[in-house]
């Protein structure tokens, strides 16, 4: 198959999942799923689990952490494995570091002595992770900046490498980085004005609180192993909700805290595809409806058995406009 690989990626509640729904029913694909929410056992309905097939969608039990790097590997895995049945994969989510890790690759950091990061975990425990977090920002501010201070895993990896290497966790992610970005056709769906992404953000919310998303943390709760710094309980709605089952505030504040999350996740992920390379935008109204397309030069990518151009099928930025157009 010699065309690129579609990432349809965006902000939450843009339309994605739908999306991506239409164009491997439309164009023989197999959708698989970019989201480190999902892939957890007991996370479905405040992670927007669709109905709709996936692959790498409930991988791992909550109390297991995965990766950036698990999900590269499982991703390219799976890619060969559709392409090898001679449908198209499209990859679609909104966890912007999952798709880094697979287009860009992740930089080449030593191991770190598992020792550092008990050291790390057993002095938070004492003075909390806000203090880790202005000890990070004493020693790499470039990290500090983007993590919230209560970010304990990321906070405790920025630390760990900091001391283990004596090189901020920054510096090293301005390495040099294996790159597969001519394999993909990266396309942001998103939903304008700013007005009506944080309406379908809220309405989407809505649903998972009537769908019974308080039930599906209590139980995650029930099972005893599971705790709030584990990053599946950290995804948005889960660690509010679990505040809100723990006593720390009424059930109107926990979904206005929900609804805040969600539209702080939104925009960092607006953030990131904003500063993404080679990116199509594709903008549509409060309903879905096509408003625009803004492309990049991308062009099909061509056969060169016998240095000889060959024909080729239409990029997908051309193939969802067209299907935008008429659905």
């Not at 201070?149 to 760990?160: D, F, G, K, W």
Request: proline share 6%.
């Amino acid at each position: 198959m010699s065309e690129r690989i579609l990432a349809l990626m965006g902000p939450t509640a843009s339309g994605k999942s739908s999306l991506a729904e239409r164009l491997a029913e439309r164009f023989d694909g197999e959708l698989i799923s970019v989201d480190s929410a999902l892939v957890y056992r007991g996370l479905s309905i405040g992670a927007a689990k669709p109905d709709y097939p996936h692959h790498l969608v409930h991988l791992r039990d909550p109390v297991d952490p995965y990766t950036a790097a698990d999900f590269a590997r499982d991703a390219k895995r799976c890619m060969e494995e559709i392409i090898a049945r001679g449908r198209r994969p499209i990859l679609v989510g909104g966890s912007m570091l999952y798709f880094r890790a697979l287009i860009h690759g992740l930089d080449d950091i030593p191991a770190i002595d598992p020792a550092i990061r008990t050291a790390i975990e057993n002095e938070a425990r004492e003075v909390g992770w806000p203090a880790q977090h202005r000890e990070l920002a004493q020693v790499d501010p470039a990290s500090a900046a983007q993590l919230h201070p209560n970010h304990s895993q990321r906070i405790c990896r920025a630390l760990e490498v900091y001391r283990g290497t004596g090189v901020p966790l920054s510096a090293w992610q301005r390495g040099e980085a294996i790159s597969q970005a001519d394999q993909f056709e990266c396309i942001a769906l998103c939903t304008e004005p700013r007005a009506a992404l944080h309406r379908r953000i809220e309405h989407r919310l809505d649903g998972m609180f009537a769908e019974g998303l308080i039930d599906e943390v209590r139980a995650l709760m029930a099972r005893g192993d599971c705790h709030s710094d584990l990053p599946a309980i950290r995804a948005v709605g889960y660690r509010q909700v679990w505040a809100y089952l723990q006593g720390e505030f009424d059930l109107p504040t926990c979904r206005e805290k929900v609804l805040v999350a969600t539209r702080q996740l939104a925009k960092r992920q607006l953030t990131w595809l904003r500063s993404w390379p080679d990116l199509t935008w594709i903008i549509t109204d409060d309903a879905g409806r096509l408003i625009q397309v803004d492309k990049t030069a991308i062009e099909p990518l061509k056969t060169d058995e016998n240095n000889e151009i060959a024909a080729v099928e239409p990029v997908w930025a051309d193939r969802i406009e067209s299907l935008m157009r008429n659905f």
